[in-house]
């Protein structure tokens, strides 16, 4: 049964962590003190850390001005103003947790003995190993979060394209750009397949093996490319090279967005 307070999250999308999953842990320990390390610089000392959570008592419950207040780590921890009684926690968060895996075990397990209701300790790592010892802490005591960068799949745009499927076509462009897939890069991929559509078409009718030793291609790219004979015409192949040729001109100006550019055209090409 996860404790109160105590996060491990994981994954490759560190940009997720910082900008939309950590906030809101900063939000839900707003009164809190803030103590930060990285495990691949800090050191990371069981018994300074374990004080440190445990001298938010010092602030309980007791009228808070302005001011400074340092910890018994030697951290200055700034309060703002207060009218009144404020509850002031203490919240450790340890990035690349997973890097000195057995200190921070040490850690954990010596805090989830005796947690305290507004403390938190936040630990954020790069992988979940669960054979390890703090695997095993963090799946009994911790609530665990993942979040992993989708896994870039450009050719399941170019079969949405084959198939005139304006909606996949958003959805699988919005995935790659959200992956930091390069606008140029995906117009470079999606000229160079209707390029190849272009070529396929010419020789419909002809087996796939025959069309692939004649164009140089992988047999398997051009078995998926030749759905889009069914839904393609040679004029329409044509409109949409001449298109892609107008929207190359238009990204050499860098004057426009090339991401909404490049949306634009390709739900164009498949209404």
Known sequence: MPIKGFYYTYGNDTDMIEQRWLPDIEQRYANN??????????????????????????????????GEF????????????SEG??????????????????????????????????????????????????????KKSFITKEFT???????????????????????????LFDADYHPLAMFSLVF??????????????????????????????IQKAMVACRHWSKEELAQALQELGELDELLRTWQYDERMLIQMCLIKLTL
């Open 70 to 81: 340092r910890s018994r780590a030697g951290r200055t921890v700034v309060i703002g103003p």
């Open 149 to 175: 960068k989708p896994e870039l799949k450009p050719f399941d745009l170019l079969d949405s394209l084959n198939t005139k499927n304006s909606t996949k076509v958003l959805q699988f462009s919005n995935l």
């Open 33 to 66: 003190f803030w103590i930060r390390y990285d495990a691949t610089i800090d050191d990371i000392d069981v018994g300074s850390i374990s004080t440190d959570y445990y001298a938010n008592h010092l602030f309980i419950n007791c009228p808070v001005l302005r």
């Open 192 to 221: 160079g397949h209707f390029l190849l559509l272009r070529k396929i078409k010419e020789l419909d009718g002809r087996p796939a093996p025959e069309i692939a030793r004649r164009l140089g291609v992988h047999n398997f790219r």
């Open 85 to 138: 009684p404020l509850d002031i926690g203490a919240t450790i968060v340890i990035r690349n947790a997973d890097h000195k895996p057995v200190q921070v075990f040490e850690l954990a397990q010596a805090l989830v003995e005796a947690p305290v209701d507004i403390n938190a300790l936040v630990l954020i790592g790069s992988s979940w190993n669960k054979t390890t010892k703090l695997g095993k802490l963090v």
